[in-house]
C-alpha cells in the first residue's frame, strides 16, 4: 500500500530565488522594487479601511499618503545610507551607488520617522488632525514591512548567523560574506521579521476592537511591539554594520525607541482615554466652517446729536449753547 504513495522530496533548507531579476523589452523588473511596492498598495489598503471605519474622508487619506510615502522612501534610503556611510564613501567607494536604491538598503526607522514627518505637513496643510492617522497606519505599516522584507530574500542579504535547521537558509556564495564562505545555510531573518510583523498587525487590531486606541496609542503600540522584535533578530544578523558599546546601531535604535513608546502610550492612556472624532470636519472631507465676523462692539454714530442727547441742566440766567452750532465729529470720544 505505501509503494503506491509518491514519495515526496522536502528539502532540508529554504532554497535561495534562482534570479531576482527579470527584463522585460530591455528593462530590469526587480524583484526587490516589487516587493516594495506591494507593501506600499497593501499598507495603503489596510490604512484606508481604518480610516474610513472611523468616519474619514478616503479622499483625504489620499492625500496624505501622497505627502507621506515619498517622504518615507526618501528617508530610509537617507537612514541606511547616514547609519552605513563606510558603504558608499571613502578609499575604494563609489557615492554615487548611494543612489542605487535598487540594490537594497532601505532603512525601517527612516522610512518611518520621514514618513511621519510627510504626514503631519499633509495634515497640517489639511488642517486634519494628525493623530488619528498614525493611528490609522499604524498596523499598515507592519503589513508594508512583511511584503518589504521579502525584497531582501530575492537579494540574498540581511540574513542571520549559519543554522543547520530545516528552515535554514540557503545563500550563494557570491552573496556570503567574508569568513562565512564554507557555510551554506543560515538563519532566516527576513522571515522571522516578516512573522514578527505579522504578529504586530494583528496584536494592533485585535487590542483595537478591547480597548480604545486613540490619541496616537495604535502607534505607539507598533512602535514597541517592532522594536521588542527587531531588538532579538537584529543580534542574528552577520552583515557589516557600525557598533556602538558592543552593539549593533539598530539593536540601541530599538531599545531607544521601545522606551519611548512605552512611555507615550502610558502617558496617552492617563491623560487622552478616549479617541477622536473624524466623522466630520476636514478629516471627513467637510470644509472648514470660519466663523461669522462679530460686530463691533461700539458702533461709530454718525448723527452726534442723535448719538448723544444732551441733558438740559441749565437753570435761569445761564445762556444755552446755539442750536446752530456746528459739532465736529472727529471720530473720537473722551
Known sequence: MSSLIPAVIVPAFIPSPSQGVWHVLGLPIRAYAL???AGIFAGYW????????????????SDIMFWAIPFGLVGARIYHVATDAELYFGEGRHPIDALKIWHGGLGIWGAVGFGVLGAYLACRRAKVPFLPVLDAVAPGVALAQIFGRFGNYFNQELFGKPTTRPWGLEIDPAHRPDGFAEFATFHPTFLYEAVWNLGVMALIIFLGRRVTLGHGRAFFLYVAAYCAGRAWIENMRIDTVNHFLGLRLNVWTSIILFVLAVAALVISFRKHPGQEDISTGPAAGQPTIEPADAAPATAEPTDVAAAEPTQDTTSAGESTPDSTAVVPDDGKRD
Open 46 to 61: 489596510l490604512t484606508r479601511r481604518r480610516w474610513v471605519a472611523r468616519g474619514g474622508s478616503p479622499t483625504v487619506l
Open 35 to 37: 516587493c516594495i511596492l
